[in-house]
């Protein structure tokens, strides 16, 4: 299973890369909304799951979510500099799983676990 970060700061990539990396998981980065976009649908859905920067250069992550979710059935989780800046309904309403801080990686492992999981007992069920 892959994971795909979106976002624009080049030291996060490698902290994710780099810390996912750890647990066997294999992170593919891009840079921009469009640059994740242009991905083939076959090769978007290689993504199990799918971690978006709120701000990027040329949209939201908001945005993106809105153009991606529909074709996608990925997990999604927004990450920012502050976190949490979505509520509850905004979440839900975007259909995102997750909202965190960059720099939590301990909340961002656990939600990807959690899914994981879940995945994994619905192969085997």
């Given at each position: 299973m892959e994971l795909a970060l979106i976002d624009d700061d080049t030291l996060y990539q490698r902290v994710f890369q780099d810390f996912f990396e750890l647990y066997g998981i294999k992170v593919e980065c891009f840079s921009c909304g469009e640059?994740?976009?242009?991905?083939?649908?076959?090769?978007?859905?290689?993504?199990?799951?799918?971690?978006?920067?709120?701000?990027?250069?040329?949209?939201?992550?908001a945005q993106l979510v809105k153009l991606i979710k529909p074709a996608l059935e990925?997990?999604?989780?927004?990450?920012?500099?502050?976190?949490?800046?979505?509520?509850?309904?905004?979440?839900?309403?975007?259909g995102v799983s997750?909202?965190?801080?960059?720099?939590?990686?301990?909340?961002?492992?656990?939600?990807?676990?959690?899914f994981k999981n879940q995945v994994e007992s619905k192969i085997i069920n």
């Open positions: 640059e994740f976009i242009k991905t083939t649908p076959s090769e978007a859905m290689k993504f199990g799951f799918i971690i978006i920067d709120h701000t990027l250069l040329d949209m939201s992550g990925s997990e999604i989780a927004l990450i920012s500099t502050y976190g949490n800046a979505l509520t509850t309904p905004e979440k839900k309403g975007l997750g909202d965190f801080r960059k720099t939590d990686l301990k909340s961002i492992q656990n939600w990807f676990e959690y």
